[in-house]
C-alpha cells in the first residue's frame, strides 16, 4: 500500500511541475476598424434650475383672497371665487391702557408685520410678532390671562411697561412705524 501511495505522489507532483514549466501560447485577436471620430472641444452642461417651491407655504403672496400651492417645484395663486379684496393700511397704534391692565390696540388692515416689534422708549422689546402675521381690522393686546382670539392676544406678563411709558411699533428694519405715550 506504501508503494501505491509514493508512486501516486510521484504522478500527482510530476503532473504539477509540469503544468507550471509549459508556457501559454499568445493568441492575436482580430483587429477591429474604427470610423474616424472628431474630439469634442467643449460640453454644454445645462444649469440646474432650483424649484421655486418645495411646500405651499413657500408660494404664500401676501394676498389672503387666493389659495397658494407649490406643484412640482413652480407655485400657483388661485384666486378665490367671491372673496374681496381689502385695501392695505399701515398698522397704527390707536389706544394704549398702561398700569394695573394693560393692553395695547393696533389698528391695521391686510397688512404683514413679520419680525415687527413692540417696544418701550428705551429699547426694551416686549415682544416680536412672528413670521406669517397679518394684521386684519384690530389687535388687542393683553398681558393679562386670557383666552387668545384672532384680535385679542394674551402675553401672560404682570407689569409690562410703566405708567408714562411710549409704546413703539417698529418693522423688521428697525424704523418707527407708530409709537403713543400711555
Do not use: H
Amino acid at each position: 500500500m506504501k508503494i501505491k501511495t509514493i508512486l501516486l505522489t510521484l504522478i500527482i507532483l510530476t503532473a504539477v511541475f509540469v503544468a507550471g514549466c509549459i508556457e501559454p501560447q499568445e493568441q492575436e485577436l482580430p483587429k477591429v476598424e474604427t470610423p474616424d471620430i472628431e474630439p469634442i472641444d467643449e460640453v454644454e452642461i445645462e444649469p440646474i434650475i432650483e424649484p421655486e417651491c418645495s411646500i405651499d407655504k413657500d408660494c404664500d403672496d401676501d394676498d389672503y383672497c387666493t389659495t397658494e400651492s407649490c406643484v412640482k417645484g413652480g407655485c400657483t395663486n388661485t384666486l378665490i371665487t367671491g372673496c374681496r379684496q381689502k385695501e392695505s393700511s399701515e398698522p397704527t397704534i390707536t389706544e394704549v391702557q398702561l398700569g394695573e391692565k394693560e393692553w395695547i390696540r393696533i389698528t391695521a388692515n391686510n397688512y404683514r408685520v413679520d419680525e415687527w416689534t413692540l417696544e418701550n422708549q428705551n429699547g426694551t422689546v416686549f415682544y416680536t410678532f412672528l413670521d406669517y402675521t397679518t394684521l386684519n381690522n384690530y389687535l388687542l393686546i393683553n398681558t393679562e390671562r386670557g383666552i387668545a382670539t384672532d384680535m385679542e392676544w394674551y402675553l401672560f406678563r404682570d407689569d409690562f411697561w410703566n405708567v408714562g411709558d411710549t409704546v413703539i411699533l417698529k418693522n423688521a428694519d428697525g424704523e418707527i412705524i407708530s409709537e403713543m405715550q400711555g
